[in-house]
Every structure is written in structure tokens, then in C-alpha cells.
């Protein structure tokens, strides 16, 4: 029987653009022995096609399992949840449970939004969508790299670009990585760095709007008791020697997109996953290009994604059972 303050988690995995690639990714992942035994990852998949897609991979269909109700996952073994071969039907699936709230956690294989759009007209990403099904929530990207947790703010090429980078705006959104960092990393009281507004991303100096904005924020948030710091430039920040003083903070917040893909290309991509925070469910997403990137490398960022994954979901349960009655805490 299995413990109660030891769950293994079910963490629901859709299969991406539904092709041979993605369901050797779903196939390799779901068939560790490791996750198996800590986590109950199952697939939003076709057994069927798993069957055609996984010959010669030293896999066979008789390996996996399928189901189609809820009761049916547990044991041991890697188990699909039967769907159509289709895009969006693995996700359509899959959003029936996160509002039946029978999921709590969901990993998303990288997918091509041209190939949801003949069924979901205007599809731009899957975080994008899965924000739109849950009315009230205000999601955010959180790049997950090795040792570090990177978002932004908004895109230089955005409009409204003072709207967005407005101190009210700023201020709400480190006050949501804060309460994320908590709950669902369990890091009592998180370090946050800003990034400087200067959009010349190559220099190294401050800008009006930090001096203006900026600075009076963080120091007004450090007087309350959240240690957030900056703003730093960008090339500052992470010049060579800094590195040491830069690890010291928990999460980076970059007013654009831009100074995170910087940060992307400087330290790679091969084991990045992106968390969306903010939700009432736990989304992750491998990060890679599908059929572009080399299969042992999608293999290794999605099994990173589950353990993101799993550990979130241990932390979320951590954090509950720790606020349900402050005043036992």
C-alpha cells in the first residue's frame, strides 16, 4: 500500500505532433524504470501507433499498457491513455482532467502550432491555450535551466511596451514569482534579481526608467522584508567573474524577452524546460525543436521535465500541508 506522505504523483505526459519522433520521446521516457517507481507518469497517446513508431527502438508494444479510466492507473507498469493520433485530442484529453481536477500535473511534448490550428482555430501555444480554459489565472513563463529560473516581463516588439513595463505591472509580477518560489519550490524567502530596462542590450549602464522605477521599487520591497535586488545590467550581471555572485539569487526577472534568450544562449538549452507558474495545475515543457533536436537530447529534456515536474508537485503538497493552519504552523 502506499504511503500517504510518500505519493507517487500521476503526471499526465500528451504526445506532442503525434509523429514517430515524438513517440519515441513519450516511448523512452515513460519506459524508465526510475520515474516508475517515484512518480506514475502515464501518456496521452494511441497505443496503437505507439506500437508502429517504436520498432526497432528496442521497445515493444506489449510494453505499455492502455486505459481509459482513471481507477485503471496504478501498478507499475507504463500505461497510455487512450487518444486519437491527433495534436490537439491528446490535449483535449488531457484538459478534461485538469478541470475534473483528477490531474494535478501535466507535461506537454513540443508540438507545431500549425498542426493543432485545423482543429483549433487561432492555437498559438500550448501554454497560451491552457491559460484561456482557466478563467481568473495569470500564468508566467519560468525558465528552468540548471541552476537557474529565468522569466520576463513582455517583448520589445510588443505594443503598449510602457503599459507593460509599468511599475504597478513590475511589481505584480515579482510579487507572483515571489509566492511561486515559495510554494512551489519551498524556498522560504527567495532572493530576486531585476534586470536594468536599458533596451541596448549590449551596454552595460543603467537607464532612467531604473533609476526611476526600478531602484525606488526594490528598495521599497527589500524595507518589507523580500529580498529583491537591482535593477543589473544584463552584460553586468553575467560578465565572467560574477558568476558566483549571480548564483546567489534564486530566480533572474528580465523586463524582456530578449535579455532571457540572451541568458538561453549562453548557458544552452539542452536540458531546459519551461514551467508555466501560476496555474491551479503543474504545466512543464521539454524544451527543444521537434524533429530538429537529436532524440537523445529531447529523451534527456523531457525526463528532466518529469523530474521538475515530480519535485514541484512534492513541494505544492509540502507547502499545503505547512499553510493549511497558520496558526499550528
Given at each position: ?84 493520433a491527433k495534436p490537439f485530442a491528446a490535449l483535449q484529453q488531457a484538459l478534461a ?233
Amino acid at each position: 500500500m502506499e504511503r500517504e506522505e510518500n505519493p507517487r504523483f500521476k503526471i499526465g505526459i500528451t504526445h506532442g505532433n503525434a509523429d514517430e519522433y515524438s513517440y519515441q520521446v513519450l516511448a523512452r521516457v515513460l519506459s524508465e524504470p526510475f520515474f516508475l517507481e517515484t512518480a506514475f507518469p502515464f501518456g496521452y497517446a494511441s497505443l496503437a501507433v505507439m506500437g508502429q513508431h517504436i520498432k526497432g527502438t528496442g521497445l515493444h508494444e506489449t510494453t505499455f499498457g492502455s486505459v481509459a479510466q482513471w481507477a485503471d492507473l496504478k501498478g507499475k507498469r507504463p500505461l497510455l491513455w487512450e487518444t486519437e493520433a491527433k495534436p490537439f485530442a491528446a490535449l483535449q484529453q488531457a484538459l478534461a482532467h485538469l478541470k475534473s481536477e483528477e490531474l494535478k500535473a501535466l507535461i506537454t511534448l513540443p508540438l507545431d502550432a500549425e498542426a493543432v490550428r485545423p482543429d483549433c482555430a487561432g492555437f498559438k501555444n500550448t501554454p497560451l491555450w491552457l491559460a484561456s480554459q482557466f478563467v481568473g489565472s495569470r500564468p508566467f513563463r519560468l525558465w528552468l535551466f540548471e541552476n537557474w529560473r529565468v522569466t520576463f516581463m513582455t517583448s520589445l516588439q510588443m505594443d503598449r511596451l510602457s503599459e507593460r513595463l509599468a511599475a504597478d505591472k513590475v511589481r505584480e509580477r515579482i510579487e507572483s514569482l515571489y509566492r511561486t518560489l515559495q510554494a512551489d519550490f519551498n524556498i522560504a524567502t527567495p532572493r530576486i534579481a531585476l534586470l536594468s530596462m536599458n533596451e541596448d542590450l549590449e551596454a552595460a549602464a543603467l537607464c532612467a526608467a531604473d533609476r526611476e522605477v526600478l531602484q525606488p521599487m526594490t528598495a521599497a520591497l527589500l524595507e518589507s522584508g523580500k529580498p529583491v535586488f537591482g535593477p543589473y545590467s544584463l552584460k553586468a550581471f553575467f560578465a565572467e567573474g560574477r558568476r558566483e555572485a549571480a548564483d546567489a539569487f534564486h530566480a533572474v526577472l528580465c523586463p524582456y524577452k530578449e535579455q532571457s534568450d540572451r541568458i538561453q544562449r549562453q548557458f544552452g538549452t539542452e536540458r531546459l524546460c519551461a514551467y508555466t507558474a501560476g496555474l491551479p495545475f503543474v504545466h512543464m515543457e521539454p524544451v527543444y525543436a521537434p524533429g530538429q533536436t537529436p532524440l537523445e537530447t529531447a529523451v534527456r529534456c523531457t525526463a528532466r521535465a518529469l523530474g521538475e515536474t515530480l519535485d514541484i508537485c512534492r513541494a505544492r503538497a509540502l507547502y499545503a500541508r505547512l499553510t493549511e493552519n497558520p496558526l499550528c504552523a
